[in-house]
């Protein structure tokens, strides 16, 4: 393995753990815009880095799947709701849940404008806009810990189901990664939006 290959997957690594940052921030933020203060308590309605790190989901596993060049897994650290503080209940969840995405989707939209006027630096903002709406795309699978599960809980889906189903998440992940081709088809959609909006934005 050689040392551009190592400093390629630390600045990937680097990249995505600055999008996860907005990402848990907008779901602390809605949160407790729905009346949960549950974030707040625990320091999570801040765009500091620190706050949101995951050390496994978003340092170790996203530097391994990028040094190995498989599919990409990662997420930050998930933050903690109470839907019976929410207004709306499992509804003010599922609002939560999507905040998280929706704020990638937008930070992409910001990236690629940004390269319609940094074009010296178009190859790592396309990487960052692209990573962006990788990390919404993935988020969206219904399978804890990630936002998707949490519009199962809003489908009124039983908690004991969805706790059984949170027991083996990670494993759920690692088969969906690794036995099939939805990851790398994810990776293959955020690729073509991410072109699309470079595109659209150059005029």
């Known amino acids: 393995m050689s040392t551009v290959q190592v400093a ?9 753990w600055a999008l996860t ?26 765009l500091n880095p620190l706050a949101h790190v995951d050390w496994v989901g978003t340092v170790i596993l996203p530097l391994a799947t990028s040094l190995l060049a498989g599919a990409f897994l990662g997420w930050g650290r998930a933050v903690n709701t109470n839907p019976y503080k929410l207004r709306f209940g499992y509804n003010g969840l599922a609002l939560v849940a999507l905040a998280g995405p929706a704020s990638n989707v937008v930070f992409a939209l910001l990236i690629a404008a940004a390269g319609s006027v940094f074009t010296d630096a178009l190859q790592p903002l396309f990487r960052a806009a692209y990573l962006s709406l990788y990390l919404a795309i993935f988020n969206m699978l219904p399978v804890p810990p990630l936002d998707g599960s949490k519009l199962l809980l809003a489908l009124r889906l039983p908690a004991a189901v969805y706790t059984t189903l949170a ?7 690692l088969v ?5 081709g939805l990851l790398r088809g994810m990776s293959a959609l955020a690729q073509q939006w991410a072109v699309s909006m470079f595109l659209w934005f150059r005029g």
């Open 8 to 16: 390629d997957a630390l600045l990937t690594v680097m990249i995505f």
């Open 21 to 46: 940052t907005p990402h848990e921030f907008a779901h602390a933020w809605v949160a407790e815009k729905l009346g949960d203060d549950t974030p707040r308590q625990e320091g999570r309605v801040t």
């Open 176 to 180: 969906v990664a690794y036995s099939t």
């Open 167 to 173: 027991q083996y998440g990670f494993i759920l992940l």
